[in-house]
């Protein structure tokens, strides 16, 4: 059964999307485990699946533009958790590659994304999280990224 949008309407839906985003990632960053902001542990994700990624499908992975990726990387670098270096194929484009530091801090990362995951999933069912999941995935898709304009992070 969908939802009608008058009964829609009084979840307050972008309220709570925004509350919820704006908590969660106030407390991630707050944790004292946590050497990375949620963005850089993004990077570090993307990274630990596939090593040396270009800027550009790193930044489409976490759904920046060419400003917030490239200011990531500058932050990460400045940190020593990644490197930049040229394509061998084209020497305008730049791959970014995890450090020793940054595969230890992705070690940690990916222990604390487990525990928030087991958190934020606490008191609702396997059928309920994939409910919720698809519909946050949905949203992907009925609001595409804005290509004209540059994520901050």
């Given at each position: 059964m969908r939802n009608k949008a008058?009964?829609?309407?009084?979840?307050?839906?972008?309220?709570?999307?925004?509350?919820?985003q704006r908590r969660l990632q106030?407390?991630?960053a707050s944790q004292?485990?946590?050497e990375v902001t949620p963005a850089q542990a993004g990077l570090l994700f993307i990274l630990g699946k596939q090593d040396g990624?270009?800027?550009?499908?790193?930044?489409?992975?976490?759904?920046?533009?060419?400003?917030?990726?490239?200011?990531?990387?500058?932050?990460?670098a400045a940190?020593?958790?990644?490197?930049?270096?040229?394509?061998r194929e084209d020497g305008r484009a730049w791959r970014v590659w995890l450090t020793s530091k940054?595969?230890?801090?992705?070690?940690?990362?990916?222990?604390?994304a487990a525990a928030v995951n087991t958190a934020l999933t606490e008191g609702f069912t396997s059928a309920e999280i994939d409910i919720v999941a698809r519909w946050l995935t949905s949203i992907q898709d009925k609001f595409?990224?804005?290509?004209?304009?540059?994520s901050e992070e």
């Open positions: 008058a009964e829609a309407r009084h979840h307050r839906l972008i309220y709570l999307l925004n509350v919820a106030r407390w991630m004292p485990s946590s990624v270009l800027m550009g499908e790193a930044g489409a992975a976490l759904d920046m533009g060419p400003a917030g990726i490239s200011g990531l990387v500058d932050r990460s940190a020593r958790l990644v490197e930049r270096r040229a394509d940054g595969r230890t801090v992705l070690a940690q990362a990916k222990t604390d595409p990224r804005d290509l004209t304009r540059d």
